[in-house]
């Protein structure tokens, strides 16, 4: 998405528009039962790299060995995405893509098998792993204490949880109007404001906490689906601001309208990492993915696909797992 608590990172170098349409690393977009409310649409395969619609097999010099026996049966490791993130996951022409789906791709190079990315809405990625409609969730999810003990925003328990592997650093940003209309800087600004932002991420549950501290003005918070639908409704004027984690604020201001839509209000703030959710039952898998991660940082693999969508500022250099707080 609590989603995509609010975090610090330096705000990202311009993120162009074309990067977004001519990734490698092409993977297949299709429903995902209930958790899925966005459009289903034909597999479509790249020859760049492991994509889900690619073929992949294991080589001798491979991680594959190390995954369940029922991955190396399939040789296709389930994936659940909300692909409305941009640059981390977008729907284009069919495909999902983006920094995760690339960095899926190298993945599965590395594991000998293809990642197959799922289209589905956020606050249902974490059900999905737990139906096993999905193996993994990547989609610019933050690893936090609460999601990795099973926890709701308000700290009762609803779930067992999930383990992460960390791969990617991220702040928070307030995404406004062009021009800043209202003067916002800071989430202690839009006291008395009607905001918008992605329903079960970190952002809403952000919100939440912000609009107590408001005190008797209040805080009005209108939740979406998608945080295409937030962004929306900020640019109609309908609400003031949204909450993104810092390299999304940074394309949407600098891509929707030709840059004459948004801007990024204030500096970022809370840095935390994004991870790959894994069911804490399937520890075998976990440590599989965090061996080709570490893999990807060690030969340059990680860097390049980070270079190629401007957003090298959240780079790790340690894979983590459930590194989060």
Do not use: H
């Not at 009762?156 to 991220?170: A, L, P």
């Not at 990024?264 to 599989?288: E, H, M, N, Y």
């Not at 957003?311 to 894979?319: D, K, Q, W």
């Amino acid at each position: 998405m609590t989603a995509r608590t609010t975090r610090r990172t330096t705000a990202l170098s311009r993120l162009s528009a074309v990067a977004a349409v001519a990734v490698a690393g092409t993977l297949v977009l299709t429903g995902c039962g209930d958790q899925t409310k966005k459009d289903d649409a034909a597999p479509s395969t790249s020859a760049a790299g492991a994509g889900a619609g690619a073929t992949t097999s294991a080589t001798p010099d491979s991680l594959f060995s190390q995954l369940p026996k029922t991955i190396q049966d399939s040789k296709v490791i389930q994936v659940g995405t909300d692909a409305s993130y941009p640059p981390m996951e977008q729907s284009q022409g069919g495909s999902i893509v983006g920094i995760d789906p690339d960095l899926g791709a190298a993945l599965g190079e590395k594991l000998g098998v293809t990642f197959k990315f799922t289209n589905g809405t956020f606050d249902g990625l974490i059900t999905s792993l737990q139906t096993g409609r999905s193996n993994i969730v990547m989609s610019a999810m933050s690893d936090t204490k609460a999601r990795q003990d099973g926890l709701d925003d308000k700290g009762k328990k609803i779930g067992t949880g999930v383990d992460f592997v960390d791969y990617y650093n991220s702040g928070s940003s307030l995404l406004v109007q062009k021009g800043n209309p209202k003067g916002v800087k800071a989430l202690g600004d839009l006291c008395g404001m009607t905001v918008a932002v992605q329903r079960g991420t970190i952002y809403e549950t952000a919100f939440k906490k912000q609009k107590t501290a408001c005190g008797s003005k209040g805080l009005t918070i209108q939740a979406f689906d998608t945080d295409a639908q937030a962004q929306t409704r900020v640019k109609a004027g309908g609400a003031v601001a949204d909450l993104n984690d810092t390299p999304v604020a940074a394309y949407i201001a600098q891509t929707s309208g030709k840059g004459a839509d948004f801007e990024v209000a204030g500096a970022p703030s809370d840095a935390g990492p994004f991870g790959i959710a894994v069911s804490k039952s399937d520890t075998q898998l976990r440590d599989a993915l965090k061996a080709a991660m570490d893999a990807i940082v060690a030969d340059g693999t990680y860097a390049k696909i980070l270079q190629k969508w401007n957003a090298t500022t959240g780079a790790i250099t340690t894979v983590a797992i459930n590194g989060g707080s």
